[in-house]
């Protein structure tokens, strides 16, 4: 590994300046490319048929009168247009991908050969039950495992991201305090520190959302939180470990507290990869928690993939579950409790959070993950992630202002602030900066409660030395940063393209290609 042990200098200005322009615009095999509507205009095809014999339509004049509107283009066209805008975009099979929160870890192939058996990749949802015997047997598998990590009750499989898996157990807390008669607790408290999803879920389910302020070693204020309990109050949703990269310690003494006080807990268990095999969530008093079998259990998301988020229950929670759910019989065979067939054993379920059972190809990947790793595996998988993180911490923190490291170790990721930065440089200059070193970026600005946050998550999949070169680029980018190299400030020099107006890309997003007006044809 070449690795400049030094890092940056002021006089290691980076600049392309010098490089002459190129005629088509690309740079060597950093290809621009246009958009496929502006590369086969929509007035050509990309293959030549005789036209159609003469025919009586059938269609009831609902025949199309205007051109389809599609561009028209050849098989190669097409392929070589999806095969470069691919190779401009930062993949885990790429490279590191410290995205925190995220859990970016390696996805092992051995789950892929799996998924893609006929018996798991080709079954249709509306299979007959006696033809899907294995299928079943995988999700009653998983579902097995995932209570037993968790030390819970019950399980809804069903959720397909973490963001429907808190949905779910936010309507099943809905429904316990119905059956309860106590209707009117319509106020659930989160943290400051908690990801954007969990108070859009809180309102979305028709609760108000309050704060919950954190301490300054970046934990949940327990006291504040005590103070706020009462009559109107639902339910808290804390994520554990928490997005400062901390475990919340007093965890027990929260969920004890709040169910003194009449509500539930509600975990965000987004980062379990941190706990797994080492701590089980249910014996800290959750009553509901989701589980990112996309992160923890290394199924492919961002682009990747579809997600699944799978919600585990405490036994207070678990009549309230919803349809359809795995269940085994005396004599080895499964079948799947549906509206149909759930008779009088799961009278209080509050309805169904997807049309069938969930995401059948990420719950074989999680199993085959769950049985190559074993327990011991597993338990393997969070010490190592967050002796990664750990390493991070420490090998940055005296270049960045890391604010919560008087707190002790961290987790599976590593909080830095913008602190000490020169004068005008901030968060997203160094983020661009590591663009041009050849790595994703950090997750910046969040979690919100830290000034220009970057949170680093290695996961346990990098190497030591993977880990020493992220390092060394950071380090190097850090110093330009506190140096205030100029040159930093129009990073990435080397991405396709440099600083988007990303304000107005949120704001007026252009998301419709319209059809510019033909020349005229001349007279
Ligand atoms: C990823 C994440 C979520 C949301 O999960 P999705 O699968 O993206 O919906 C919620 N909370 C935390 C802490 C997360 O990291």
Known sequence: MSLNPAGWRPEMVVSDNAAPPTFTGNKALMLEEALIFEIGDTHTTGVDFGSAPAAASRLAGLERTQPIGLPGLSEPEAVRHYTRLSRQNYAIDLGFFPLGSCTMKHNPRLNERLARLPGFADVHPLQPRETVQGALAVINELAV???????????????????????????????????????????????????GT?????????????????????????????????PDVAGVMITNPNTCGLFERDMKAISDAVHAAGGYVY??????????????????????????????????????????????????????????????HADGRFTLVEEETVGDRHPHSFGRMSAFHGQMGMFTRALAYIL?????????????????ANYVLRSLEDVLDAPFAVSGPCMHEALFSDDGMAEGFTTLDIAKGLIDEGFHPMTVYFPLVVHGAMLVEPTETESKAALDQFIGALRSVAARAKAGDPALKGAPHFAPRARLDETLAARRPVLVWKEPALPKAAE
């Open 198 to 230: 969990n108070p859009a879920t809180a309102a979305f389910a028709g609760f108000a959302v309050e704060d919950i302020p954190a301490t300054p070693e970046g934990r949940v204020d327990l006291a504040a939180l005590k103070a706020r309990l009462g």
């Open 372 to 388: 190559s790793h074993g327990a011991d595996g597993l338990r393997q998988v969070a010490e190592d992630a967050v002796l990664n």
């Open 145 to 195: 495992w995932l209570i037993t990590l968790t030390g819970m009750h019950g399980i809804a499989m069903a959720p397909k991201a973490g963001a429907h898996g808190e949905l779910c157990g936010i309507l099943c807390i809905k429904s316990a305090l119905a059956a309860r008669g106590e209707g009117q607790r319509k106020v659930i408290l989160v943290p400051e520190s908690a990801h």
């Open 267 to 328: 975990c965000d268990g987004a980062n379990f990869n941190a706990i797994v095999g080492r701590v089980r969530p249910g014996d800290l008093g959750i009553d509901a928690m989701h589980i990112n079998l996309h992160k923890t259990f290394s199924t492919p998301h961002g682009g990747g993939g579809p997600g699944s988020g799978p919600v585990v229950l405490s036994e207070a929670l678990s009549p309230y579950g919803p349809l359809p759910f795995t269940e085994r």
